[in-house]
């Protein structure tokens, strides 16, 4: 139900356009593809992905001899689902890697703004809600408030915040957070980072240290890397999955603000260009507005 609220500014966009094109249209014609395909672009499904669904769709109409555009809305969401999941059978939703017995660790990147710190909050709330122990490590050391932000979000959610002054090595908070989390038995380890995209080679140097700080002490963590994506942002969070993916290994994107936007077709290009599923979606301010990305509901939602 929340997944569905937090996607209607993308459903009113996208569904009305697509509706208002089948009853221009009625019957299948060149000219109904290339409409189509400006309806996807401005959804941000992005070229690629866009100009790889229209073949697809364009064959399977000749193919099933559709010439009724309504049927043709059908295929639009079959071929969505598709082009989310590629060539994988995969059609369960990918939530976070856990491990049964033991600290599971999780590495949140990105950039400031997107929503990283809010995040980290609500996944803490919900792992807490489901009977985990939670520590969160804050490791964003470069950003003004950030340490102070994320501890006020620990007490929100009533977890413990293992923090260092600002300006400190980062490995050393993630490193005193694993040490933490053990002897306090925690479930959980979340980890916030800095995310300076202002020079790669840093960014890359600082989130392999705190990797290798991770791996050292528990060799399969981090269990997961996610990365925050801001989804009003566009094919500017797609150029920053872009370089984030170059620098460390991206296991899932949270993508946040999906409320705000009617651009969500964000997700399926960044799925189809970048290989990196979706994992969580932020779907509002509240501690609760953190739901997990389900493909099917998603494609289907945007037509209903
Ligand atoms: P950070 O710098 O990446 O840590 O970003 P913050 O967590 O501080 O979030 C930046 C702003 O985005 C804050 O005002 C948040 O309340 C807001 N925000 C985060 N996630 C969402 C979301 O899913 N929906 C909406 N509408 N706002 C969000």
Redesign the pocket.
């Given at each position: 139900e929340k997944f569905k609220m937090?996607l209607t500014k993308t459903r009113n966009s996208f569904s009305t356009r697509i509706n208002e094109l089948v009853a221009k249209y009625r019957e299948v014609d060149e000219d109904f593809f290339e409409e189509l395909e400006e309806v996807l672009i401005s959804a941000d499904v992005g070229v690629h992905a866009v100009m790889d669904l229209i073949e697809e769709l364009e064959a399977e109409v000749k193919r099933r001899n559709i010439k009724d555009t309504k049927e043709v809305r059908e295929v639009i969401s079959e071929k969505l689902v598709e082009l989310y999941y590629g060539d994988e059978d995969e059609e369960e939703v990918e939530g976070l890697k856990e491990v049964e017995d033991g600290l599971t660790v999780y590495l949140f990147v990105?950039?400031?703004?997107?929503?990283?710190?809010?995040?980290?909050?609500?996944l803490a709330h919900q792992l807490k809600q489901d009977g985990k122990k939670v520590i969160l490590a804050a490791a964003?050391t470069f950003?003004a408030g950030?340490i102070e932000?994320l501890d006020a979000w620990g007490s929100r959610v009533g977890v413990d915040v293992v923090k260092h002054s600002a300006g400190s090595d980062p490995a050393a908070v993630v490193y005193d957070g694993i040490k933490a989390a053990k002897s306090r038995k925690a479930d959980v380890l979340i980890c916030?980072t800095a995310?300076r995209l202002q020079n790669k080679v840093n960014l890359m140097n600082e989130l392999s240290k705190v990797k290798k700080v991770i791996t050292r002490e528990i060799p399969e963590a981090p269990h997961e890397v996610l990365l925050?994506l801001?989804?009003t942002t566009g094919q500017n969070a797609m150029s920053q999955a872009k370089t984030f993916a170059e620098a460390t290994d991206v296991t899932g994107i949270v993508l946040?603000?999906?409320?705000?936007t009617a651009k969500g077709g964000i997700i399926l290009a960044i799925r189809k260009e970048l290989e990196i599923p979706v994992k969580l979606?932020?779907?509002?301010?509240s501690v609760d507005?953190?739901e997990p990305f389900d493909a099917h509901a998603f494609v289907y939602g945007l037509f209903a």
């Open positions: 937090g990105g950039v400031n703004g997107v929503g990283k710190t809010t995040s980290i909050g609500k964003d950003r950030a932000q916030d995310g925050t801001d989804a946040t603000k999906l409320d705000g979606v932020g779907l509002g301010e507005d953190l």
